[in-house]
């Protein structure tokens, strides 16, 4: 069936464009001599405006990844930007693969994408890490890299593209990997179960009345990563059966996962006067994805006189609080998303995040009905 252009009148970037409701796309680029043109159709998807432009966006970046690799054959003389180009083309599209590809692009593909995979040594990640610890690729890490970037670029983005190497016979084995230890020392967390009473407490008593930042903060407590939590719409949640969906594009492992939805959440929610379309989150202002509530989070940090507390702090309470209470580990770390088989085994088999958080839950809550005034 030929397709009508004339429906699609709103240009988003080169190559694509869109009809006036944002709901269906216009693909049409040429590549190597071949014309490319496809029509994305999401009017059945329970997507906001801003997710269905971000899909399409990604749609024809994975669609030119793919024409561009259409034909190469990778074998024992495959460069490693060879073999990188193939493996992110095959990897799940998400926001995490998005910026795995730009570590890449920014650390790894100039000082070794040229070389043979094969040909990778020890010495040379050595001296790649040297290089990133003395001078990054930004003002702010001009004096370099943080080990966490270095993790991200070693651990996370190149030996997934070994590994990848590995599978498809052209190495052996995994090359040896420098150690990259990260400097915790701001994340320890002592008197987990006291601080986290004590949180829930400074959130009842500041937001009770306020349901859109008590329901927001309260995810927060409950272990939810702030990524997470700005990018929940109300199509994720379901209140009758209390459990929510973090979308593939929204976590670090590229499939969706199911959680329970803790009681008191559920109340906040419930309270909340929205539409319920689109963000849960958005902002009062821009109707857009939420910012880092600032403001909000320091005058929870002054009254609980918790002073190292970020959005991410009350994620380490959340896993010291249950730690401390003996909530086993492949609970624990299923609850939290998670991906290590060695200690999830027992629940990914199954893929159970939903029974896993459930269990730790209902350990938090009954925490804090042994110490504080709030009982359902």
Same mark, same amino acid.
């Given at each position: ?34 014309? =490319? ?22 749609? &024809? ?9 259409? *034909? ?6 495959? =460069? ?14 998400s926001k995490w693969t998005e910026e795995l590809k730009s570590v890449y692009k920014v650390? @790894? ?10 040909? @990778? /040594? ?13 001078? *990054? ?6 004096? $370099?890299?943080?080990?966490?970037? @270095?993790k991200k670029a070693i651990i996370e983005t190149l030996k997934p593209i070994f590994q990848y190497a590995v599978d498809n ?7 040896? &990997? ?41 995810? #927060? ?8 939590? /700005? ?5 994720? @949640? ?19 996962? =199911?959680?329970? #939805? ?52 009350? /994620? ?6 249950? $730690? ?42 009954? &925490?804090?009905? *042994? ?6």
């Amino acid at each position: 069936m030929a397709i009508n252009k004339s429906e699609f009148t709103i240009k988003i970037e080169t190559n694509l464009k869109s009809n006036k409701q944002y709901s269906r796309f216009y693909i049409n680029f040429k590549k190597d001599s071949i014309r =490319t043109e496809k029509v994305l159709d999401f009017t059945n998807k329970e997507w906001d405006k801003r997710t269905r432009v971000t899909k399409a966006k990604q749609t &024809l970046m994975q669609m030119k990844d793919k024409q561009s690799n259409f *034909g190469i054959n990778i074998n024992d003389n495959s =460069t490693l930007n060879q073999i990188a180009e193939v493996y992110f083309v095959n990897r799940e599209v998400s926001k995490w693969t998005e910026e795995l590809k730009s570590v890449y692009k920014v650390h @790894i593909e100039k000082p070794l994408g040229k070389r043979k995979v094969k040909d @990778i /040594r020890r010495v040379h990640l050595d001296i790649l890490v040297t290089s990133m610890k003395k001078k *990054g690729h930004s003002k702010q890490t001009a004096n $370099g890299c943080s080990n966490r970037t @270095i993790k991200k670029a070693i651990i996370e983005t190149l030996k997934p593209i070994f590994q990848y190497a590995v599978d498809n016979n052209i190495l052996p084995q995994l090359p040896s &990997l420098p150690t990259i230890k990260l400097m915790r020392k701001k994340k320890l967390v002592t008197n987990g179960g006291q601080k986290l009473i004590t949180l829930f407490n400074t959130i009842n008593s500041l937001y009770l009345n306020d349901p859109y930042y008590h329901s927001l903060f309260l995810f #927060l407590l409950f272990g939810r990563r702030w990524n997470e939590v /700005r990018t929940l719409n109300w199509s994720d @949640i379901n209140l009758l059966e209390n459990k929510y969906t973090i979308r593939a594009e929204n976590n670090k492992i590229g499939e969706n996962q =199911t959680y329970d #939805l803790a009681v008191y959440i559920v109340k906040a929610l419930l309270q909340i006067e929205d539409d319920r379309m689109g963000l849960v989150f958005k902002s009062p202002i821009t109707k857009k994805e939420l910012h880092p509530p600032k403001v909000q989070l320091s005058k929870i940090r002054d009254k609980s006189n918790i002073e190292e507390l970020t959005l991410h702090y009350f /994620r380490h309470i959340f896993v010291s609080a249950m $730690g401390e209470m003996g909530t086993a580990t492949t609970v624990l770390s299923a609850s939290l998303g998670h991906t290590n088989l060695q200690t999830v085994n027992e629940f990914y088999l199954s893929a159970n995040h939903e029974k896993s958080s459930k269990q730790a839950n209902d350990t938090i809550i009954e &925490l804090f009905q *042994g110490n504080t005034s709030d009982h359902i």
